[in-house]
């Protein structure tokens, strides 16, 4: 993927080595630190980079990294669900970033890479605690198409399925 700059400074580019590892430890402390989540959901996290770097369809897939000042600021990963559908994966703008367009830029390459591929539908999984991230997801299309509890590293919240057309 070539960069993708903002007027804001912002670059959203391919990942650089190393940091898929950025990714676990910084959505994981984040995580941690807002949500009490453990050692259950950095381990999801260390699976879905391993399924990414494990892939046997890698032209189905991407990983983008948002940038500011020369240091990695955000994620987001697309991933294959089948042949028609994508799965948006774990989203993340550090806390010093927010509010600056990252995570709008972030899912704008995203929903991009998505429709070249040719999936018709984008789905993703989140929590009823990640307001913040909800409301971007409701502003860039997605609807909330099912919710269930959380039964692994969040008990005291609800999963929740949500999907767009594309």
């Avoid at 500011?68 to 559908?85: A, F, Q, S, Y």
Wanted: hydrophobic residues 40%; contains cysteine.
């Amino acid at each position: 993927m070539d960069n993708m700059d903002s007027e804001d400074g912002i670059i959203i580019r391919s990942p650089l080595p190393g940091e898929l590892g950025w990714i676990i430890q910084m959505h994981s402390q984040h995580c941690a630190e807002k949500f009490g989540w453990q050692g259950e959901f950095e381990c999801v996290v260390a699976k879905i980079m391993v399924e990414y770097l494990s892939s046997k369809d890698p032209d189905k897939q991407a990983c983008f990294i948002a940038e500011m000042n020369g240091k990695p600021v955000g994620c987001i990963m697309l991933m294959r669900k089948n042949d028609t559908e994508g799965k948006m994966r774990v989203m993340y703008v550090s806390e010093d970033a927010r509010r600056k367009g990252v995570g709008t830029l972030l899912a704008k390459a995203l929903l991009e890479k998505a429709k070249s591929i040719g999936y018709k539908t984008l789905g993703l999984l989140t929590t009823d605690k990640q307001i913040a991230a909800r409301k971007l997801y409701k502003k860039i299309g997605f609807s909330l198409v099912s919710s269930t509890p959380n039964t692994t590293f969040a008990k005291d919240s609800t999963d929740e399925l949500w999907q767009m057309e594309l």
